[in-house]
């Protein structure tokens, strides 16, 4: 540009009539603006008239971007025929002068690509770094448009939208961009500033810009916003495997056009860490890969496969070193990468070609190895740099900690469930009195295993008693907590207490326990219970509760009810009482006893719930387990927030054929008559081989109840699953075993009951006691 030549023919009166392009690339008018205007207008200054006012000398001209141009013109004239001039060819060179204004040598010696378009966005002035960047030189950008000279795309079109909006509003505007330019390899960020440039009248002449060159800020400002990302997006679940597929997610594309997480064996069961890896050949297991490509064509090693990796590969020193590990393309270890990958999936070799650039990251979290991340560039044209292996190890720590974090809940998960499951009734016991099922579905939400359980417990006199209880919380302190109250219920139970007894001491037991684990974060405050005795002699259910759900029961003939009872307060409050309800059977009445994780939700009110939970007992299935599936489908929310315990029982009656009572009046002489009574009956039972036993027993019962208890006296037999001898009086002293020494006349009846009878005991009645023995029905 610093010799430009330039030719112009101007007619005689001094109008242009023809315009090179030097002319124009001089002075940045193009043909069309120039011919036929008057070569005065191109001046920047006033000159001498006439035209021209002499062959040779200098003007200074105005550029079409409103600069000065000071030229050297040639003037020389076109004769007609007669010999006078018909005009004047003029050509005219910089002038060598003065040189370069300083402007101008900052423009062309900028650090930063700088150029100036006109408001129909062509190119007036280009500086050198600008040349560099587009790659060519400035003489073949004037004049030319834009899009001419850049590919049609939504980056570039971005561009010229800006530039159209500058010329348009006369407002500076500034913009990011991240695009391609001819000269450049691959994209570069840009920040770039637009503003409108005017002539001295203050009109609108063109626009100029700097772009200045970002990548690398760029590329820091988007590994920061994918750890802002990470932050948010990995570990929403503490799930093992879908947080390394949010981490492959995240990093994808992105990041890498393939990236896969693998873990050591251990990390997917429930085992403590083993220690770090060996030095040997290492086993890990694929969880997670995500490429550019559908269906990840390129991977060799499929989901839930194995790779062993010897110690030379990149995963494995990654593993071992406990840092980023880098290779490229070239590199032996790199080679022998992708060789093995070849071999072991030759289909995906395709889709493999081109890859030049691999990172691998080990996965550590509170001091352990967990696994290793790897990110492959294939299609993307930058290689991993240090900055990169920085990123990459800060990301791959948060998403380790999110990995160990959902490993370790799946181990306490792993650990609640098996406690639990060790504490649940794994097979119901014998008893006749009631026919069971039931169903226990552990909460699948993150808070974990909470502690929900039930019990069937058989009690004496063919009674059972039907357990369910709650303990608010989750995880291994909720299952402890529903192991211990299972254990006390059951030992209480054992006592023999009314419902609404054993629900206080179970109260005191759990203030207790609260008292006694002051400083830990207590879950029996948050526990409730309902305790149902059910007698088949009576048909009678006896229940109480401490602030759990009321039973259901479906009656035989279809319609189906809550039963009403006293809530009472849930345990661990204390000082308050509970009542017990009791309520007659019709046999064949199915009673459903459950916890509040079937019929509460955030998103359902509990009385429609609870509606829904009748009418599904209502429905007609061929047994109690296919009733409870069909309840828990109706009734049960799809991702249900808590455990649901559901205990069902058909009611049995014991019919009048199977119970023989007899009043016993206080006098001795009667019990020989009692005996013979019973003798009768066992005959009629056709028990004649219990005879001896059994008449042994009611003698020293029913001689106990004349001697030590009080009026009135009853004996009765129950023929069930075993014979059932129990003789009620009005006292309510309980008997006990004692050692009788040799010379005492007494003391070794109730002895010879426990020797000669299967189990004994006693338990208190609202008018006294009753005292019962059984022994097993002889084989038929």
């Given at each position: ?479 402890a907590t529903m192991g211990r109250l299972c254990m006390a219920v059951r030992t209480l139970a054992d006592v023999d207490l009314p419902p609404d007894e054993l629900l206080t001491h179970l109260d005191d037991l759990v203030t207790h326990l609260a008292t006694d684990d002051a400083d830990d974060d207590v879950a029996e405050l948050g526990a409730t219970c309902l305790y149902a005795v059910y007698d088949p002699v009576t048909r009678h259910l006896t229940l109480a509760s401490a602030g759990h759900p009321a039973p259901a029961v479906v009656l035989p003939d279809g319609t189906a009810h809550l039963i009403e ?181 007494g003391g070794r009846g109730l002895l010879l009951v426990a020797q000669l009878t299967q189990r004994w005991g006693s338990r208190q009645t609202g008018s006294g006691k009753i005292i019962w023995a059984e022994q097993p029905l002889p084989p038929e």
């Open positions: 540009m610093e010799h430009v030549a330039a030719v112009a023919i101007v007619d005689v009166r001094g109008v242009v009539t023809a315009w090179s392009e030097g002319a124009r690339a001089l002075t940045g008018h193009a043909a069309d603006e120039a011919v036929g205007r008057r070569a005065r207008d191109l001046l920047a200054e006033d000159v001498p008239a006439g035209f021209p006012p002499a062959l040779t000398g200098t003007a200074v001209l105005r550029h079409r971007d409103g600069s000065t141009v000071l030229l050297d013109l040639t003037a020389c004239p076109v004769l007609g025929t007669d010999g006078t001039p018909g005009g004047y060819v003029i050509t005219a060179e910089r002038n060598g002068g003065p040189g370069p204004s300083l402007a101008e040598q900052a423009f062309q010696q900028a650090s930063m690509s700088m150029s100036i378009f006109d408001t129909e966005q062509r190119y007036l002035r280009v500086n050198e770094v600008a040349c560099q960047v587009m790659g060519m030189p400035e003489e073949a950008l004037l004049g030319r448009h834009l899009l001419e000279t850049v590919e049609d795309v939504e980056e570039n079109q971005g561009f010229l939208d800006h530039l159209r909006q500058v010329a348009e509003t006369g407002l500076p505007a500034r913009y990011q961009s991240f695009a391609g330019a001819p000269a450049l390899n691959r994209e570069h960020a840009w920040s770039i500033e637009m503003w409108p440039v005017r002539d001295p009248a203050e009109e609108l002449t063109g626009v100029a810009l700097v772009a200045l060159e970002s990548t690398e800020q760029y590329w820091a400002q988007r590994r920061l916003s994918l750890l802002n990302e990470a932050a948010a997006g990995i570990g929403t679940s503490l799930d093992v495997v879908r947080t390394a597929e949010e981490l492959v997610e995240l990093l994808v594309p992105k990041y890498a056009d393939f990236a896969s997480v693998d873990l050591l064996e251990w990390v997917l069961g429930a085992d403590e860490p083993p220690g770090e890896p060996d030095a040997d050949d290492i086993v890990l297991r694929r969880v997670a890969h995500r490429s550019i490509n559908d269906g990840t064509p390129e991977t060799a090693v499929h989901l839930g496969e194995a790779d062993v990796c010897p110690p030379t590969c990149l995963q494995a020193r990654a593993l071992l070193e406990g840092r980023a590990v880098l290779g490229q393309a070239g590199e032996p270890e790199f080679l022998s990468w992708l060789e093995q990958r070849n071999a072991r999936a030759p289909a995906g070799r395709p889709f493999r070609r081109g890859a030049h650039s691999m990172l691998a990251v080990p996965l550590r979290a509170r001091g352990t190895t967990l696994g290793v991340a790897v990110g492959v560039r294939v299609a993307h044209p930058d290689q991993y740099a240090s900055d990169d292996i920085v990123f990459a190890e800060e990301l791959a720590s948060r998403a380790a900690v999110c990995i160990d974090n959902a490993r370790r809940f799946a181990r306490e998960r792993a650990t609640a469930l098996a406690l639990q499951h060790s504490l649940l009734p794994r097979g119901l016991p014998g008893q006749a009195a009631v026919e069971v099922a039931h169903r226990y579905l552990p909460s699948g939400s993150l808070a974990g295993v909470g502690g929900d359980w039930f019990d069937v417990i058989p009690l004496s006199g063919s009674r059972v008693a039907l357990v369910v209880g709650d303990v608010v919380g989750h995880g291994i302190p909720s299952s009872a006293a809530p009472g307060p849930p345990l661990g409050v204390g000082g308050l009482p509970f009542e017990a309800t009791e309520v007659e059977l019709p046999e064949g009445t199915v009673v459903a006893l459950y916890t509040d994780g079937l019929i509460e939700d955030r998103d359902r009110d509990v009385d429609s719930v609870t509606t829904e939970l009748c009418r599904a007992l209502t429905a007609r299935t061929d047994t109690l387990d296919t009733l409870c599936d069909t309840v828990l489908k109706a009734v049960l929310s799809e991702e249900p927030s808590d455990d649901v315990a559901l205990l069902l029982a058909r009611t049995r009656a014991l019919g009048a054929d199977q119970v023989a009572t007899w009043d016993v009046p206080t006098d001795p002489a009667q019990v020989a008559v009692t005996r013979q009574d019973v003798a009768d009956q066992l005959t009629a039972w056709g028990l004649e081989e219990t005879a001896f036993v059994t008449e042994l027993v009611v003698s020293e019962l029913v001689t106990n109840a004349i001697r030590y208890g009080e009026p009135p006296i009853q004996l009765r037999l129950i023929r069930d699953r075993a014979l059932i001898c129990e003789v009620s009086d009005g006292s309510s002293t309980s008997p006990h075993l004692r050692r009788a020494h040799v010379f005492d006349e």
